[in-house]
């Protein structure tokens, strides 16, 4: 899917903003910080909208930009928020100065505290067992009036269409307004695509691996390491032989993807 590229005015700092995307390597990553992204989940919320948003780093765009079906959910979304530290550098560099980092999990308890206020309930799909309890009781303790309508830790092998269906009414019958999906990317985004006209939910985020670190199994770098753009480094620590190989080709492709294909800063998308 080509983004259409308009000509771009004001600094984007009010909601506006949130509408401009930043064309990298073809995926259109919302040009937002983390105070516009809230507004806009809350405003969609509120009238009633039906969408859902995609959280991406470095190594799932790299995924998208090769895989034009997949690049085609990803600007399809409401918003693809930046996670990624290098994504928020490109868009930058392409005018957008207002862009910061938007990651799962600090996404997460932001809205979800909003949610709590407005009282709208959440689901949460995903994870190995027992990681969603574990994760909603740690929420509970920081947001006491957390509304949940429900969870489920789908298995990791393929579900059956029947299982499928189940797990789609089960979400529609809780009542929630926001799904959680913790899938994994990109089977997550294929997820929300594929059944996002079949829920009722206003919004559906897919936030990967927050549900591992909110229930405490997975440690984030400290703070430092995080807006420096060094979390990369803080993980290949933690998890070598997962991560070594996945870094070793991730960041030279997108060095090099940045300098053959500069990014730029667009404003439309097709709608979901």
């Not at 932001?110 to 009282?119: D, G």
């Not at 789609?168 to 695509?193: H, T, Y």
Request: glycine fraction near 10%; proline fraction near 6%; aromatic fraction near 6%.
């Amino acid at each position: 899917m080509a983004l259409h590229e308009h000509s771009i005015s004001g600094n984007g700092a009010g909601l506006g903003g949130a509408a401009h995307r930043v064309d990298i390597l073809g995926v259109g990553v919302s040009a937002v910080n983390m105070e516009q992204a809230l507004q806009k989940l809350v405003q969609h919320i509120e009238a009633g909208e039906r969408g859902y948003v995609c959280v991406t780093d470095v190594n799932a765009l790299l995924h998208a930009s090769r895989d034009p079906e997949l690049c085609n959910i990803f600007n399809r979304s409401t918003m693809t928020v930046p996670d990624g530290v290098p994504l928020v550098w490109a868009g930058r560099s392409a005018g957008a100065e207002w862009m910061d980092r938007v990651c799962g999990p600090d996404l997460m308890p932001a809205l979800l505290s909003v949610a709590a206020e407005q009282k709208w309930s959440s689901y949460f799909l995903g994870g190995a067992p027992s990681v969603a309890e574990e994760m909603i009781e740690s929420f509970k303790r920081t947001i006491p009036d957390l509304k949940i309508a429900g969870w489920q830790s789908p298995p990791f092998r393929e579900l059956s269409c029947q299982e499928e269906t189940a797990m789609v009414q089960e979400i529609n019958d809780s009542g929630a307004q926001i799904v959680w999906v913790g899938l994994g990317a990109p089977k997550q985004e294929r997820w929300m695509d594929q059944y996002r006209s079949q829920l009722t939910a206003s919004l559906l985020v897919g936030v990967g691996g927050a549900f591992d670190m909110h229930a405490g199994r997975v440690r984030r770098a400290p703070l430092w390491m995080q807006r420096s753009g060094l979390e990369w480094a803080f993980r290949l620590a933690q998890e070598p032989v997962r991560l070594s190989g996945r870094y070793s080709r991730t960041i030279p492709a997108f060095a090099l993807g940045m300098l053959r294909h500069a990014p730029r800063l667009v404003i439309g998308r097709e709608q979901p």
